[in-house]
């Protein structure tokens, strides 16, 4: 699961509205997943 934004709103992805936990959310655990996130989308 990518935590990765992408300009959806924090409580659409789970992620704490909160500019610190986004900005964590934008450096991926999984640099493949996230890869695979964004080609999907």
Same mark, same amino acid.
């Given at each position: 699961?990518?935590?990765? +934004?992408?300009?959806?709103?924090? !409580?659409? +992805?789970?992620?704490?509205?909160?500019?610190?936990?986004?900005?964590?959310?934008?450096?991926?655990?999984?640099?493949? !997943?996230?890869?695979?996130?964004?080609?999907?989308?």
């Amino acid at each position: 699961m990518s935590f990765d +934004t992408g300009g959806v709103p924090p !409580e659409r +992805t789970g992620s704490a509205p909160h500019p610190a936990a986004d900005a964590a959310d934008l450096d991926p655990l999984d640099p493949a !997943e996230e890869a695979a996130d964004r080609a999907a989308g």
